[in-house]
């Protein structure tokens, strides 16, 4: 993840230099700025900013990272039938790697309504678990083979809006 981050930053500096330009040869990799899309390319995977939004995809081309604040689509795979997410809700980040979920929403519904709908989709979930404290809801389970943990909080921009995280991990 540190990678990551020094890459992106690069990139955002290379970028803020010029809009376009050619490909630049970095050590294992290259960096490219073309049409506005800066692309950032090493072994190890490819991380990319365009119109606000950064992505990054692993060696072997699979997208595991995407976040915008206008938001993201949901990841490949991603099983929506387990844990759907709730009506007015806009994803801002979402990550998907070997059927490893991580999602992170924002809802325009408040807490207490975000927190009914999510009990009301984990209710059949073995080794339920629900936890309320300082205005933080955390509902854990098993479902399906998968393990489930989903936290909500009210949002830093609003308080009549509910942060969702949502992270689903495939039993190995």
Same mark, same amino acid.
């Given at each position: 993840?540190?990678k990551l981050l020094?890459? +992106?930053? *690069? =990139?955002?500096?290379? &970028? $803020?230099? =010029?809009?376009?330009?050619?490909?630049?040869?970095?050590?294992?990799? %290259? *960096?490219? +700025?073309?049409?506005?899309?800066?692309?950032?390319? #090493?072994?190890?995977? #490819?991380?990319?900013?365009?119109?606000? /939004? !950064?992505?990054?995809?692993?060696?072997?081309?699979?997208? *595991?990272?995407?976040?915008? %604040? %206008?938001?993201?689509? +949901?990841?490949?795979?991603?099983?929506?039938?387990? *844990?759907p997410i709730i009506?007015?809700?806009?994803?801002? !980040?979402? $990550?998907?790697?070997?059927? @490893?979920?991580?999602?992170?929403?924002? =809802?325009?519904?408040?807490?207490?309504?975000?927190? %009914? &709908?999510?009990?009301?989709?984990?209710?059949?979930?073995?080794d339920l678990s629900?936890?309320?404290?300082?205005?933080?809801? !955390?509902?854990?389970?098993?479902?399906?083979? &998968?393990?489930?943990?989903?936290?909500? #909080?009210?949002?830093? @921009?609003?308080?009549?809006?509910?942060?969702?995280?949502?992270?689903?991990?495939?039993? /190995?």
């Amino acid at each position: 993840m540190k990678k990551l981050l020094i890459i +992106l930053i *690069v =990139t955002i500096m290379i &970028f $803020s230099i =010029t809009a376009c330009g050619p490909t630049i040869k970095i050590g294992d990799g %290259e *960096v490219s +700025l073309k049409d506005g899309k800066v692309e950032v390319k #090493t072994e190890e995977g #490819t991380a990319s900013v365009k119109d606000g /939004e !950064m992505t990054y995809e692993d060696k072997d081309g699979n997208a *595991v990272f995407a976040v915008n %604040e %206008e938001g993201v689509n +949901l990841p490949d795979g991603y099983p929506e039938n387990l *844990v759907p997410i709730i009506d007015d809700s806009m994803i801002i !980040m979402a $990550s998907n790697q070997d059927q @490893e979920y991580w999602l992170t929403a924002i =809802t325009k519904k408040d807490l207490k309504d975000t927190a %009914e &709908f999510y009990k009301d989709v984990m209710s059949d979930a073995e080794d339920l678990s629900t936890v309320t404290a300082e205005g933080m809801n !955390m509902i854990t389970g098993y479902k399906d083979n &998968f393990y489930i943990t989903i936290s909500l #909080t009210p949002s830093d @921009e609003n308080e009549n809006e509910t942060a969702v995280n949502i992270w689903i991990a495939k039993e /190995e």
